[in-house]
């Protein structure tokens, strides 16, 4: 009767178990998210750092599905200082949407959730912890003080009406006592901030009717139509080709810095972070495993995953045969291991490896990395990180020195 099943396989028994489970936690959590009349001291917190916009804080966000609970973000934790750009890099489901669409408060329900953790949202005048805030009082603070521009503008935009009327809609809906007129007017602005030519014909067209790049631009225009502190852009240009990538990237720089927000910028492409980040965030499976400024992550990349990622980019004028790739793939988020995540596809473990998950080190003020190698002081050689990347990547020889 009772077969041994294959690997990740479950039984109707036991999937149903699991579902009634998922449904107390999450009725459970909802019920409290959906209470009206909050009083505002549930939510209220103070910024560790006042010059900060936003403070992840032990961020855990889970889903609960019928396979099993998915552990999408697993303990994150970094800020976005205010007038800065922060860049969060990893892998395709390494958990940098679920991140994003948490502080949006977002994230698919019932069955993902917040479970652990706080998420600090600098007001000005006080904070607020996002993890814990009901759903009504979110409303007021989407648009106005957090914004996201998604990656792909025309699954965001509505096919059915005219830009003008979906953009009239975002500025209606945070400025209540605007009139239709002035409502029109600022939209043709923000379509003119945003670099689009003949704004007023583009506000009575249909999204099917405008360039990849325009369409991204509107996506601009409604994120930053209220100013919002805080931009969230994730894989802002992915859909786009590469010189209107550029265009967008140079847009997005100089409206952060008119409107004096932060941005967080979600990407897998080192060159957009390099170009556009002052600080990075490197996540790997739903943790964060190094974090620093820009300079330092390029310049002294630590984590071996980052490490990796470094590798794994093309280099102008260096001839290599094959571009290096970190061998295996990331973990299932279903059933991770209790050590490092990373360990089964790092090169450069040691014996102390399948200890408990690492502790983050501190390499300076600002560079921090989760991993056993820089335990005691030590650190990982520019030797032996040259003598396991060409391991791979066999550089013709003259060539090797180009950059
Ligand atoms: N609605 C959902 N239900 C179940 N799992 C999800 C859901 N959304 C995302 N996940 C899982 O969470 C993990 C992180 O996803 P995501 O944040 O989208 O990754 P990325 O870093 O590519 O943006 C993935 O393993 C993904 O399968
Ligand atoms: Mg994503």
Redesign the pocket.
């Known amino acids: 009767m009772a077969k041994k099943h294959a690997e990740g396989y479950l039984s109707a028994k036991e999937s149903r178990r699991i579902s009634k489970e998922n449904r107390r936690i999450t009725s459970k959590l909802e019920k409290q998210r959906k209470r009206k009349n909050v009083p505002e001291s549930e939510y209220l917190t103070t910024m560790k750092n006042p010059e900060n916009a936003v403070e992840f804080d032990n961020l855990h966000t889970y889903f609960f599905t019928d396979a099993g609970t998915v552990k999408s973000v697993d303990g994150v934790s970094f800020e976005v200082p205010i007038g800065k750009t922060v860049g969060v890099v990893g892998e395709?489901g390494c958990g940098?949407?679920v991140t994003s669409l948490s502080l949006m408060q977002l994230i698919q329900r019932p069955q993902g959730q917040i479970v652990e953790g706080e998420i600090r949202l600098n007001l000005g005048d006080k904070a607020y912890d996002i993890a814990k805030i009901p759903m009504e009082k979110m409303q007021s603070l989407r648009g106005n003080y957090v914004s996201m521009i998604f990656?792909e503008p025309m699954t965001s935009l509505n096919p059915v009406f005219r830009i003008g009327d979906q953009v009239d809609e975002v500025i209606e809906l945070h400025n209540s006592s605007m009139s239709k007129e002035e409502v029109r007017q600022r939209t043709i602005e923000m379509l003119e901030v945003v670099g689009i030519a003949n704004s007023k014909g583009v506000s009575e067209m249909y999204p099917h009717e405008l360039s990849g790049g325009m369409r991204q631009r509107v996506m601009i225009a409604m994120a930053l139509a209220c100013s919002p502190k805080i931009i969230i852009a994730?894989?802002p240009t992915t859909a786009l080709d590469v010189t209107i990538q550029a265009q967008i990237l140079d847009l997005l720089r100089q409206l952060k810095d008119k409107i004096n927000s932060s941005i967080m910028l979600?990407t897998h492409d080192l060159g957009v972070i390099a170009e556009m980040a002052d600080y990075v965030v490197v996540m790997y499976a739903g943790r964060v495993v190094e974090k620093g400024t820009v300079q330092e992550i390029f310049e002294n990349p630590a984590h071996p995953y980052t490490i990796g990622l470094m590798a794994s980019k093309p280099v102008v004028g260096k001839q290599v045969d094959k571009l290096y790739s970190i061998p295996g793939k990331v973990p299932n988020p279903i059933n991770m291991p209790n050590y490092c995540y990373f360990k089964d596809r790092c090169e450069m473990n040691c014996a102390q490896c399948d200890g408990a998950y690492p502790q983050e080190i501190s390499l300076s003020d600002t560079h921090k990395v989760s991993c056993y190698r820089y335990y005691d002081g030590g650190k990982i050689s520019d030797e032996e990180k040259k003598n396991i990347l060409e391991g791979h990547v066999k550089a013709p020889t003259g060539e090797k020195e180009g950059k």
């Open positions: 395709s940098k949407s990656q994730d894989e979600i």
